[in-house]
């Protein structure tokens, strides 16, 4: 398993983690992490959540470029992700 960071920019409506360009591939991952902010903790039960994991479990995988973001325009988002 390999472990990936990107750094998304939000744009003005829906944004991917990943756009696969010309020629490159799209990437099908295990697990992801987002995040609004570095080192937030989020509460047990939910509350004001700063953090998101997917988990796919198993060999199952989810395809970066059918996630996406909502925020405000220029907002980052840290996205750490396992292939």
């Known amino acids: 398993m ?5 750094t998304v920019t939000l744009g003005s409506g829906a944004t991917p983690i990943l756009t ?13 992490q987002i995040d609004s902010d570095y080192g937030a903790s989020i509460p047990a039960g939910g509350g004001t959540a700063n953090r998101l994991v997917i988990r796919t479990g198993g060999s199952r ?7 996406y973001l909502f ?13």
Do not use: D
Request: net charge positive; hydrophobic share 35%; aromatic share 2%.
């Open 2 to 6: 390999a472990t990936h960071h990107v």
């Open 71 to 83: 925020g405000t325009a220029s907002q980052k988002c840290h996205v750490l992700y396992h292939t």
């Open 61 to 67: 995988q989810i395809n970066l470029a059918t996630i």
């Open 20 to 32: 696969p360009s010309a020629g490159q591939s799209s990437k099908n991952v295990l697990e992801v």
